[in-house]
């Protein structure tokens, strides 16, 4: 049901035969990343582990993207803020599949034409192509490989776009799903559990420790005693360098005067399309008064059912009587007025059958029989049919549609607006039994109607639109606003003073603003501002950019390089660490070497208190009863040496303590683990470990070098 299909989908894609045929297309291409992309005169934008990212692969992969998206929201672009997410979403996957089939490349995982021909031939829900019914056969519904096999003679025919288009929905992702498929499965197949680690982990499991201890917290020495310098926090930093690294970025703010439509600019576009009212109600040229006067000039010559018609208004229109003109009303951003032209009863839905004599390839778009010769043929069908001819052997004989020609043409029930308009117009606007030739743009159809139920009310309506737009005042003013505060202040000081003494907002964005970024806070097409920012200082303050009706003035708050954090950034992570070792150094020095439990209790007023007798103590708790969550309490009270002594202080979560261990015993066995269930337990924590993680591995290694702003991107 190929042409079928696209019939009631308005004509808005080839998808089904293309899908079809380009699926099998990989077959006669090299199945590595990028084998389409054309290189040609190309910058180089970065770098992953040495290998190139190119400008014309990555706009390549960006334009097919961008088609992708248009094609599925019915054949609207993307504006320019989702541009610039496509964009970024085609880098950071360039990034991750260069570091993926780099790895996949040394292990020598690869698909191969074997197995792509068995996936492409199987009867699996996973086989792309068994969503395709071009593709099945029609009894079982099952593959056809004769159907396949004719599909891949046809391939060769597709070019440009549609290759490249089909190459990156369908082609692509099997070969990526297949590898990453086969990769995945030895990393899960490389979690390993010993028999020693499991006898040990059994071991622990019934174990249970009692203990005496006494706890020192922390909050026995004030905040306010402990001075955390910068220098602390400097030395902090160096042992953990790992944990403190620095992208390069920038902390942005900025101020915005809306240009926006003000009440001035409503007023102005109100009385302009009142004027229009009155000369629109005696006007007997609809269509043309439409297409001259409306902001958004669309004019449907149909009747259609009210549930059709887009419009807030639509209840109170349709009562109006013909010719009247309704409105002004606000329907998004216009004020619209709207003139009933006519109504009459249409039906919901209609059965019909066709006979297509096609003038294109649906799968090619290429020509297959000239105008002419074809608008001959229909006419001819036409006339036999009239003249009491088998119009469902004349279909399974003549129609190009391969769906419906096996029916006799037989289209079944389907709704006003499912197929062309030009077939969709004939078959609910005129009566059963009715026929004739139709042409849409998949060539001439001889149309036959069979049967058309559950008549409603149907309308034929004129809108006329105007957009409220901001005039040049508004727009002027917000740039004169604008400009004065970027003139009279050119740092950060100055800017805070002068938004605080005139009471203006300043829109701090929390999060570092990285070199590559396109949106800044609310602001969704913010790329050249962020240019600006990684070329200007700290504390520096831009003129006036116009972003999303908006003129924005930015300032640099803080400048962050590539590296360690300094002082002033790490304080706010390190500060209270740092607080807290200095404290545990403070207490374990008033304490003194070889303390005991009862000494150290009653230097800072505390008890010796036991634990454990309950069983709780466990090796893989995770907190002890009065004590929280402290694992290194738990692993000293499993240490045999702290049986004859007390243990060393031991810094903890909350506090310093000391203990010793009274006993380490074994649980009853029939509240044992049970080893099978243990190890099956384990097994899938180390697999959900490794699945979940192993790309952050291999990035965290990659060296990555973005040189997209020097590529003026």
């Not at 037989?410 to 139709?438: A, C, R, S």
């Not at 990684?534 to 962050?560: H, L, N, R, T, W």
């Amino acid at each position: 049901m190929q042409i079928i299909q696209t019939i009631r989908n308005k004509g808005a894609a080839i998808v089904i035969g293309v899908i079809a045929l380009s699926l099998i297309g990989f077959i006669l291409m090299d199945a590595k990343p990028g084998g389409n992309s054309d290189n040609g005169q190309s910058v180089i934008l970065g770098k992953v582990n040495g290998q190139k990212i190119e400008s014309a692969d990555f706009y390549s992969k960006v334009k097919i993207a961008e088609l992708q998206e248009t094609q599925e929201s019915g054949g609207k672009r993307p504006n320019s803020a989702r541009s610039a997410q496509i964009r970024e979403g085609v880098w950071e996957q360039m990034i991750q599949e260069t570091i993926f089939f780099e790895e996949a490349k040394k292990l020598d995982i690869e698909l191969t034409p074997t197995e792509l021909t068995s996936i492409l031939m199987s009867n699996d829900p996973a086989n792309p192509l068994m969503n395709v019914p071009g593709m099945l056969d029609s009894a079982t519904q099952k593959i056809n490989p004769a159907k396949v096999q004719d599909a891949i003679r046809n391939i060769k025919k597709l070019k440009g776009e549609e290759k490249e288009i089909t190459h990156a929905q369908l082609e692509y992702p099997i070969m990526r799903g297949n590898i990453l498929g086969k990769y995945l499965g030895l990393l899960n197949s490389s979690a390993y559990y010993p028999a020693w680690m499991q006898q040990k982990d059994s071991i622990e499991a019934i174990s249970f420790a009692t203990i005496s201890y006494t706890a020192i917290p922390y909050n026995v020495i004030s905040d306010s005693a402990i001075k955390v310098t910068d220098a602390d926090i400097e030395n902090y930093v160096k042992e953990h360098k790992q944990l403190f690294k620095q992208e390069p970025g920038r902390i942005l703010s900025y101020v915005s005067f809306s240009a926006l439509p003000n009440e001035n600019d409503s007023a102005r576009v109100l009385e302009s399309i009142n004027r229009l009212k009155e000369t629109f109600a005696s006007d007997t040229n609809s269509k043309a008064f439409v297409l001259k006067n409306s902001s958004n000039p669309q004019f449907i010559d149909a009747f259609l059912p009210k549930s059709r018609i887009p419009s807030s208004a639509i209840d109170t229109i349709v009562k109006q009587p013909q010719g009247t003109v309704a409105g002004p009303y606000v329907d998004g951003n216009s004020y619209v007025i709207a003139k009933v032209l006519g109504s009459k009863s249409l039906p919901d839905s209609v059965s019909a059958r066709h006979i297509l004599i096609g003038v294109v390839n649906p799968q090619t778009g290429e020509p297959t029989m000239p105008d002419s010769i074809a608008k001959k043929l229909a006419d001819s069908i036409l006339t036999a049919v009239k003249n009491g001819a088998d119009f469902s052997a004349l279909a399974m004989k003549y129609s190009t549609d391969q769906g419906s020609k096996i029916k006799g043409g037989d289209l079944g029930t389907f709704g006003n607006g499912e197929m062309v308009p030009e077939f969709n117009d004939f078959v609910f606007t005129k009566t059963v039994g009715q026929k004739d030739v139709v042409k849409s743009q998949y060539g001439y159809h001889i149309i036959d109607i069979v049967n058309q139920t559950n008549f409603n009310p149907a309308y034929k309506i004129a809108f006329v639109s105007k957009e409220i737009e901001a005039s040049q005042e508004t727009a002027n003013e917000a740039n004169i606003k604008a400009n004065k505060l970027s003139v009279e202040n050119r740092s950060l000081k100055s800017l805070d003073a002068y938004v605080q003494k005139n009471g203006i907002q300043k829109t701090k964005i929390p999060n570092l603003v990285k070199e590559s970024d396109y949106v800044l806070g609310s602001l969704q097409d913010a790329r050249q501002l962020i240019r600006w920012a990684f070329d200007a200082k700290e504390g520096e303050v831009s003129d006036p950019f116009s972003i999303d009706d908006q003129f924005v003035i930015a300032v640099v708050e803080k400048v962050y390089k590539e590296g360690t954090q300094d002082a002033a950034t790490a304080r706010a992570a390190t500060e209270a660490l740092i607080r807290k070792e200095k404290k545990a150094a403070e207490i374990i020095k008033k304490i003194g070497a070889n303390a005991t439990l009862e000494s150290a209790a009653t230097l800072y007023g505390k008890q010796v208190v036991s634990a454990g007798q309950d069983s709780s103590i466990t090796f893989n708790s995770r907190i002890i009863k009065e004590m929280g969550a402290e694992p290194k309490v738990i692993g000293a009270a499993f240490n045999k040496e702290n049986q004859t002594k007390a243990s060393a202080p031991i810094i903890g979560n909350s506090g310093v303590y000391l203990l010793k261990v009274n006993s380490i015993s074994s649980k009853n066995s029939d509240n044992a683990e049970m080893p099978g269930q243990s190890k099956n337990e384990k097994l899938s924590a180390l697999r959900n470990q490794v699945l979940s993680g192993w790309f952050d591995a291999l990035r965290k290694q990659a060296t990555i070098k973005d040189n997209r702003r020097e590529a003026n991107m």
